[in-house]
T-cell receptor, first 110, second 114 residues
Framework: GQQLNQSPQSMFIQEGEDVSMNCTSS?????WLWYKQDPGEGPVLLIA?????ELTSNGRLTAQFGITRKDSFLNISASIPSDVGIYFC??????????FGTGTSLTVIP | KAGVTQTPRYLIKTRGQQVTLSCSPI?????VSWYQQTPGQGLQFLFE???????NKGNFPGRFSGRQFSNSRSEMNVSTLELGDSALYLC?????????????FGPGTRLTVL
């Protein structure tokens, strides 16, 4: 099935630094979701976006729905060790199926 | 409100056997989707059920099948298991599968095929 292009694939950062990651698609989407997954667990929903240009925050996390509707961005400010995990984007067009990014593995060095 | 639950959490089978995985969605959610997650392929969509009907299907062989019951609980069955079926199987539920409905995931079932 279709997969979204998510980058970077992995990040190693110092505690306290800000993090940015993004997802791009060849198709227009109406919904963008961002998830975090810890080892051995299911993904946990972080932020949901429904309108082009929408900017939504959840604590230190901020996500944006790109104007072209073909991309989305996730920023994490002042990273802490518990931010470690794999972050996934997911997008949905006019159908009901979600398509997932390949994931960004985040490592925070104390 | 309880989250999505999946049973069992871990399963070990041998090639050729079959397996049934279960998913109970969040109360009130009517859409259940199943995904296969492997390190090499990421999250791959298997199928989605809504009101006991399969609404969408991914590109998996017929050995993978599912069903949904009237209480929205869903089961996924894999027959004639192959080594490559080893994966984390995730189910996700949403309220009605409409444009503004997010998917919430369960913890997954880790299937190992020997």
């Amino acid at each position: 099935g279709q997969q979204l292009n998510q980058s970077p694939q992995s990040m190693f950062i110092q505690e306290g630094e800000d993090v940015s990651m993004n997802c791009t698609s060849s198709s227009i989407f109406n919904t963008w979701l961002w998830y975090k997954q810890d080892p051995g667990e299911g993904p946990v929903l972080l932020i949901a976006l429904y309108k082009a240009g929408e900017l939504t925050s959840n604590g230190r996390l901020t996500a944006q729905f790109g104007i072209t509707r073909k991309d989305s961005f996730l920023n994490i400010s002042a990273s802490i060790p518990s931010d470690v995990g794999i972050y996934f984007c997911a997008g949905r067009g006019t159908g009901n199926q979600f398509y997932f990014g390949t994931g960004t593995s985040l490592t925070v060095i104390p | 409100k309880a989250g999505v639950t999946q049973t069992p959490r871990y399963l070990i089978k041998t090639r050729g056997q079959q397996v049934t995985l279960s998913c109970s969605p969040i109360s009130g959610h009517r859409s259940v989707s199943w995904y296969q997650q492997t390190p090499g392929q990421g999250l791959q969509f298997l199928f989605e059920y809504f009101s006991e009907t399969q609404r969408n299907k991914g590109n998996f062989p017929g050995r993978f099948s599912g069903r949904q019951f009237s209480n929205s609980r869903s089961e996924m069955n894999v027959s004639t298991l192959e080594l490559g079926d080893s994966a984390l199987y995730l189910c996700a539920s949403s309220l009605a599968g409409g444009p503004s409905n997010e998917q919430f995931f369960g913890p997954g079932t880790r299937l190992t095929v020997l």
